[in-house]
């Protein structure tokens, strides 16, 4: 059974600090390029960030310098370190999957709120 399973979120202050994870069941994780879109209140998702298979990263310019996006092959996960959150980042962030042949997979995400 494919499963993609988003853990991490939660209620953080302005300039701090949250880890989000996304693990992968079912399938050859490593033969998938991993991506991490958000949605915030209100609005449409919107694409934060990518890693391939080879470890390339992009980003979204809302994400650049603040955002780092990482994978571990051998556990099936991939990360999103979340850093100098702003309250705009306040979304629910999901993790997406997408293989070279077409398939894409999305999990059910994880909240993140940024408040005082």
């Known amino acids: 059974q494919v499963q993609l399973v988003e853990s991490g979120g939660g209620l953080v202050q302005p300039g701090g600090s949250l880890r989000l994870s996304c693990a992968a069941s079912?399938?050859?994780?490593?033969?998938?390029?991993a991506n991490w879109y958000r949605q915030p209140p209100g609005k449409q998702r919107e694409w934060v960030s990518e890693?391939?298979?080879?470890?390339?990263?992009g980003y979204a310019d809302s994400a650049k310098g603040r955002f780092a996006i990482s994978r571990d092959n051998v556990a099936n996960k991939t990360y999103l370190q979340l850093n100098n959150l702003k309250p705009e980042d306040t979304a629910a962030y999901y993790c997406?999957?997408?293989?070279?042949?077409?398939?894409?997979?999305w999990g059910q995400g994880t909240q993140v709120t940024v408040s005082s």
């Open positions: 890693i391939t298979t080879e470890g390339k990263t």
């Open positions: 997406k999957l997408v293989h070279p042949m077409g398939v894409t997979l």
């Open positions: 079912g399938l050859m994780f490593s033969n998938f390029y």
